[in-house]
């Protein structure tokens, strides 16, 4: 598995404690920037991670700025990505388990870092459901073409 992450300025203190995580399990992940905390453009990121998602260069993405809104509203856009905002462990469950969501989008000025990384193994450890809710991912694309 391989994950794709990318922030904001606002979102990258979380993003390098992210980062820092996923070396500590070991696991594959591709740093789309930015690299520092002078101020930058949300939409550039979120769009990165997302076309890398869903040109199947990386599995997964991580998406965080200052509440994670911006990158969601960046990243529902492109065609394929399910992107979820979440806030707590149980969104971040359903989020995989229902939804099949493929970009996490944290808001790095509102949560906690302890609770963001345990969101983060929560959301890349849980599968998909399908069944029924794979009617429903089908229909969002039916119905809107992305
Ligand atoms: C940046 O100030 C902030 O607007 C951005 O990080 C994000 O929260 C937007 O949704």
């Not at 994950?3 to 606002?10: E, F, L, N, P, Y």
């Not at 970009?103 to 509102?110: A, I, M, P, S, T």
């Not at 963001?116 to 009617?135: C, K, P, Q, Y």
Request: neutral net charge.
């Amino acid at each position: 598995m391989k994950i794709g992450i990318g922030s904001d300025h606002a979102g990258y203190v979380l993003k390098s404690a992210i980062i820092k995580h996923l070396e500590e399990k070991k696991l594959d992940f591709v740093d789309y920037g930015t690299f520092k905390e002078e101020s930058v453009n949300y939409p550039d990121y979120a769009l990165k991670v997302s076309k890398a998602v869903a040109d199947g260069e990386v599995d997964y993405g991580i998406l965080i700025c200052g509440t994670g809104i911006g990158m969601s509203i960046t990243a529902n856009k492109v065609k394929g990505i399910r992107a979820a905002l979440v806030h707590s462990l149980e969104t971040a469950r359903m989020s995989r388990l229902h939804n099949n969501a493929n970009v996490l989008c944290l808001g790095g000025r509102v949560l906690e870092e302890k609770l963001a990384l345990e969101m983060v193994d929560v959301w890349l450890n849980t599968s998909f459901e399908g069944g029924r809710h794979e009617n429903r991912l089908k229909l969002i694309t039916t119905l809107t073409g992305l």
